[in-house]
Nanobody, 122 residues
Framework: QVQLVESGGGLVHTGGSLRLSCAAS????????MGWFRQAPGKERELVSS???????????EYIDSVKGRFTISRDNAKNTVNLQMNSLKPEDTAIYYC????????????WGQGTQVTVSS
């Protein structure tokens, strides 16, 4: 089992910044990849960004097109944290953001945090 706890959400104006953090605990050695998802009211949950967790200093990062150039994902394996720096925020970024972990044994993201609300006012 892997436990995930997010922090850092809040309310900002358009153009503002927020930094989300996810603290992982438990069997983090079983994690293959970490991701940040978001779900806006009335919409499906979407994978915003992900980063490889295992594999040493070489890692692979992905972003959805709508956040490229504005969001930056990073990891600190020593501290078991994954961060999402969000700049130039837009009202359409408003959502609950979830941290998730995909274990080596699965093609799916299996472990989830409780979510943190991000609200961007226009």
């Amino acid at each position: 089992q892997v436990q995930l706890v997010e922090s850092g959400g809040g309310l900002v104006h358009t153009g503002g910044s927020l930094r989300l953090s996810c603290a992982a605990s438990g069997r983090t050695s079983s994690v293959y990849r970490m991701g940040w998802f978001r779900q806006a009211p009335g919409k499906e949950r979407e994978l915003v960004s992900s980063i490889s967790w295992s594999g040493g200093s070489t890692y692979y990062i992905e972003y959805i097109d709508s956040v490229k150039g504005r969001f930056t994902i990073s990891r600190d394996n020593a501290k078991n944290t994954v961060n999402l720096q969000m700049n130039s925020l837009k009202p359409e970024d408003t959502a609950i953001y979830y941290c998730s972990a995909r274990p080596v044994s699965s093609v799916n993201y299996v472990f989830w945090g409780q979510g943190t609300q991000v609200t961007v006012s226009s």
